[in-house]
């Protein structure tokens, strides 16, 4: 072969090795040499091959000799010094943890001054303890079709824009974050106005108490769909600003103001959207990074990507308060004359489990990370003939992730559990004193969040290995589950048994996802997470 055969060949030789490493079939190689433009005309010309195959099938036997058995493309380099250069140790992977968990609780800190402001002056942001049981139904119901309707869109609104996000395309990042806003908006005012035409013809609540309701749902659903955006922005704290200020704004104007409650919500709620909005607006204006001018999403093809996200978000969010729902309407609470109808002792019980969810759930995203930047790690770094150690090791790590989770638990449990019976406990802060019905409801609904949080960790990793369709079957599953068993215990004994329903259907949860997780470790070599 003349020189310059030879060294065209050993050009395109390197250029193959650094695009795949080592090549697993002949058909991949001609693959690639297709991509660099190269055309069988030219491989007489330039390599001396009558056409694209001969060359291919030229380079993938001398790239499958025992010399390069530990071939690697540029890819799998890049990684393999990413991983040596990363730290290791106990106190390492203590100080991220630490970071991780502080991070995404800081939203916290919200929770914190909506609490603080209820127990000092009677009011929050969309809350108010001279409300009548009539008044808290109205706000109740609003927060939750606000939370449930937007539940989906938010779902895919993280998964979305963080796709484009760490490609640093804030181009796509700034019209995926609107578009998707104004779908969720579209969505909630599609729902909202067929409910109110439906209460119209077929009154089950007053008009007004419908439309009210309406307006806290828009509202409280608006103000969530925005706040989505700021978790993959790495901007929770304007959470924390754009309800703080709204929220003493109100205290403010229940003191000094002739305006009633509910216009007092809806100046809180909207001034809280604005702040958002304005520091979204503001984020994108000043976010310098590539830009791609012509990149356009396609509908279907969004559609087609986010439907299993949109659907997961719609009914975790819907299995939050199918509990409530049916506890509210049983005829010891509702008595005929409304459908559904407020119980304080059950959201007092509810409130207090839910300061142990938000805690607990602060450690997913660390756990769900964790576990596939080792999965990764792992992988690199085993051949394929020691596949038998790999599982063993991935099963090791889960096992590591769960026991995480459970030692997270313990800390945030044991503090609940002074809240309910400590010096300085609800008692404390409360004329009113903490009852049977509302610990009993806080302790089976933290056993019910521990479980939640355990099948959302499990999702958290189906997703990744592309189940989320298994995921969702599972999470319809619970969702019936939830409503069988508490529909039946609430009619059959007490009405606040309905929590044994969110149990029965957490416990479900966390198994079957547990089970397919176990399913899917077994076969792990064919699963590359990304």
């Known amino acids: 072969m003349p020189n310059n055969y030879i060294r065209n060949y050993t050009i395109i030789l390197k250029q193959v090795q650094h695009k795949i490493g080592k090549p697993v079939s002949v058909d991949v190689v001609i693959a690639i040499i297709e991509s660099f433009g190269i055309k069988d005309k030219d491989t ?57 968990y502080l991070s995404n609780t800081s939203y916290l800190l919200a929770f914190v001054i909506q609490l603080i402001t209820i127990i000092l002056f ?35 609104i993280g998964n979305e824009i963080s796709k484009h996000y760490y490609l640093n395309d804030f181009s796509m990042v700034r019209k995926m974050t609107f578009y998707l806003i104004k779908q969720g908006l579209f969505i909630l005012i599609s729902v909202l106005l067929f409910l109110n035409i439906l209460n119209y013809l077929i009154p089950f609540y007053p008009h007004k108490m419908v439309l009210f309701t309406s307006i806290y749902a828009f509202l409280i659903g ?30 403010y104007l229940i003191k000094e103001s002739k305006l009633n409650i509910y216009q007092i919500h809806f100046i809180g709620l909207l001034l809280a959207i ?31 990507n986010n439907f299993y996200f949109f659907l997961y978000g719609l009914l975790i969010n819907l299995f939050f308060f199918i509990d409530r729902i049916i506890a509210w309407s ?29 805690l607990l759930a602060g450690s997913i995203e660390y756990n769900s990370t964790y576990f596939i930047r080792n999965l990764n ?4 770094n085993t051949k394929l003939t020691d596949i038998i150690s790999y599982k063993k090791n991935v099963h090791d ?13 313990i800390p945030i449990f044991i503090l609940v559990q002074y809240i309910i019976y400590g010096k300085w406990g609800y008692n404390y802060f409360f004329s009113e004193p903490i009852k049977y019905t509302n610990i009993k409801v806080a302790q089976i609904g933290m056993l019910a969040y521990f479980f939640i949080c355990w099948g959302i960790l499990n999702t958290s990793y189906l997703t990744v290995l592309k189940r989320q369709k298994k995921a969702l079957e599972i999470l319809f599953m619970a969702c019936v589950s939830n409503i069988i068993f508490g529909f ?34 077994k076969n792990i070599d064919y699963h590359t997470p990304y």
């Open 488 to 521: 039946t215990l609430s009619r059959l004994f007490s009405y606040e048994d309905s929590v044994y329903g969110l149990l029965a259907g957490a416990i479900l949860f966390a198994g079957l996802t547990l089970k397919e997780n176990i399913n899917i470790l």
């Open 44 to 100: 007489a010309v330039y390599y001396n091959f009558k056409d694209i195959k001969s060359l291919a099938i030229g380079i993938f036997k001398e790239l499958s000799l025992d010399i390069y058995n530990d071939l690697k493309n540029e890819q799998e380099i890049q990684e393999e010094l990413n991983i040596k250069k990363e730290k290791e140790g106990f106190f390492y992977e203590a100080s991220l943890f630490i970071k991780s």
């Open 397 to 409: 790590l889960y096992l590591k992730n769960v026991l995480l989770l459970c030692s997270t638990a």
């Open 222 to 251: 608006f103000l969530f769909l925005v706040f989505a955006p700021l978790h993959v922005l790495k901007s929770r704290i304007i959470i924390f600003i754009s309800t703080t200020f709204p929220t003493f704004l109100g205290i």
């Open 122 to 156: 009677g009011s929050s942001l969309y809350a108010f303890v001279g409300f009548n049981k009539l008044q808290s139904t109205t706000v109740i119901l609003g927060v939750i079709l606000g939370m449930v309707l937007s539940g989906g869109t938010i779902q895919v």
């Open 274 to 304: 604005a702040i958002v909005i304005i520091f979204i607006l503001i984020y994108f204006k000043f976010k310098k990074a590539k830009k791609s001018k012509n990149k356009k999403y396609r509908i279907g093809v969004l559609f087609y």
């Open 330 to 358: 049983s005829y010891k609470i509702s008595n005929f004359f409304f459908p559904v109808y407020y119980e304080k002792d059950y959201e007092i019980g509810m409130d207090l489990a839910i300061i142990f969810f938000l």
């Open 377 to 380: 790690k792992k992988r690199k």
